[in-house]
């Protein structure tokens, strides 16, 4: 949206300017604080991650067995007697230790981890590794990434679309039947996707196998390229209803009522007085000063649809960051649960970001500042 | 009180309202039964499975669920050697006895399982054991013979001599008809006759028979012989203590902190608001995996975990928002000038002004956490020893329950989960438009 659009500002040069420099500088502002809580939180996660310095531990006992095996393995030291090689493997194990920096405090080291932390340089998994062979836990993520986004992205935006939509038509049929259907289904979002997923399953993949069950594309991958998203697509159906289902008619529900709260004010009703065609009237009179604790739930959606990314993609084997999560829990791979949360940090301060953005140029109060 | 009780009463004209309440009160009865019938050692001990479930089949479905569809599945039958006419023998130095085990088998399937447990005792010899099958058409199968420890099994269905004997799994070739070329169920009075020979006048010998059917109960059996219907009914009380647990202690810790925040305002104040911004980044469910893997993944740990996060949740800012206007309310003014103290100001004037409005909330609060412990235990991080719905769920897809069929040991548990969910969402809608004005508007 361009803000000369908004006719709340003066259509001149010197306003859109001004404009423009606000919304730099609450952008700025905004990205401040943002990193600032990305930094805080990553620090809180690796304090939980390392809590009673467990991970340490580990990591203590995995260098200790992999520089024994190493030195019993190397033929060059077989004369040694047995009191020379545990010598030697105590003397190499302190070098690593030192190296690692195991020996400093634990205070130290973990601004050192927030450190890496924060330019993603995520450390090295344990078990895992990318499909190209990566050990890198960044390369792992990344690799994932993409499909966490595909997915959650088409759900997102369709379920905020199509129930905005719907509720925009309900609110002016209130009372019809579909109005009290949509009423009496709203209670079924209690469940969360999962939970439909599994049905759908049941039904679409075994009872009536005309969808898969699972996985993001055929076993041998297409190799068109058409072929290759008509695939993708055919595997994306069942999540995406899933989602669909378990969101869409709370959705639905809460924007009818708040839809139907807002077409009682009394400037609503004076343009319906006036005559005004109802869909000027929804436009400019009801979505337009709604719009900011519109995108406001539609951010908190985005937030809990995050973190109900994890299952979905266990119940349908979507290869995406939930996966992994999954995966690395089998694996024990701590590296990459933490690389993940962190992750998870970040998209959700990067989705908080490109909503307060979005807010600050929908509401001119916010960028300015609110001075009261 | 008069407030609460109106607002209460006002509830009746909801029918999806007394739905809910209807279902939530099953569901608390059920619970209460359910551990007062099964007490709490008594079922951690029993689902961790193993000897107390020798007797029940595999994978069993419920047995309602296969009448309902007019079909005749075996059920387990177990024939005990004390209700069987024995024949003894004396002779010097011991006895021989002859103990006939029969059954009529008029099921349609064959069982999924044969197996003969075996206690001796008293003895300073091992007795010695031969066992033989009789099938109504007359025909007699050796099935071998060998010496019995004090607690013995003979797992027929695993013999692969007899196996190979028979062509068919000893199972289904023990049973079926003759001379055709897909096995049949060959109905009748089948015996297995045990002849033993006891090295001890006062030795003993009990046997048990145990043909395991393919329907047991009324909610079937999972992959290790466990009875489903003990981790559906302790699942409640679980469900139902972590959700109620869970949204009492976030909502009214947050909404403790915000008033605080509001009331004394300030550095306190904008700190609080910072660190509800900074829990917004933290990602729940990631975190709660993170903590499952690292340390440990008891319901109980979970519980403090989702709790401490939720005390900075989002709804700090709400509840702040409500607060902020009644803070400067004239009857806040009187409290303070009488001398109230600020815990009491909090406590007993802020808090309780926005309570109404949290009720709905709070009601619909507890399915998202029931079913957040379910999303858990799919994972794999449930509770390591409770018997709960999402277990069940998890056992269930470990073992590829829907590609094999066992849809019964999938859809009891989501079930149940659904019924817990739709009864509260039910009765928190009611609520909401009860205790929302701005709702009863419309």
Redesign the interface.
Known sequence: MNPSQNPSIPKNAEGLVRDLKLMLLFTGKRIIALALMVLIGVYLTILIANMGGRVDELRLVQIRSEISEAVRGDLSFRELNSDERNRLIQRRVDLEVQRLNLDRPFLLRSFNYLYRAMLLDLGRAEQMHSDQGSREVHAIILERLPATLLLFGTANLLIFFLSVYIALWLSRHYGSLIDRIVIVLAPTSAAPAWFYGIFLILFFAFLLPILPAGGMVEAPPPLGRRDYALSVLKHMALPVLAMLLSQIFISIYSWRTFFLIHSSEDYVEMARAKGLPSRMIERRYILRPTLAPVITSFMLMLISMWSGAIILERTFSWPGLGTLIFQAIGHHDTPVIIGSVVIFAYLLAFSILVLDIVYGIVDPRVRIGAKR | MKYWSERLWELRRYP?ALL?MAIIFCLVGLSIVTVSAIPYDEAIDRWRGGDYWRMHPRNAEPAWLDRLQGGNKPKTLIISSLAAETESVAFTGGKRLKIPLHFDYNFSEFPSEINLFLKSGKHTREPFARLTWHTPDGREIPLGGRRITSSDRFSISQDWALERRLGLLPHVGLLARPGTDSPEVLPGRYTLVLDAVLFDETAEITAELVVYGRVHGLAGTDHQRRDLLLALLWGTPIALAFGLLAAVGTTLTTLVIAATGVWFGGRLDAAIQRLT??N????????L???????STSIWLMLGVVVLLGIFS?SAKMYRGMLLPIRESPYIQAAQAYGASDSRIILHYLVPRILPVLIPTFV?LI??FV?LE??LA????GDPVLPTWGKV?NDA?NESA??N?Y?YW?LAP?LL??LT??G???L??ALDRVFNP??R??
């Open positions: 999806s809910g911004e900074i917004m980044i933290l990602p729940l469910l990631p975190i995996v993170m903590v499952g893997t690292l340390y989002a619909t399915p998202a079913f379910a999303s799919v994972l794999g991080l769920l897809q829907l590609y069929h849809y999938v989501a989960l659904m969910g739709l509260f969402a039910l928190g809608f701005r709702l508007r419309i």
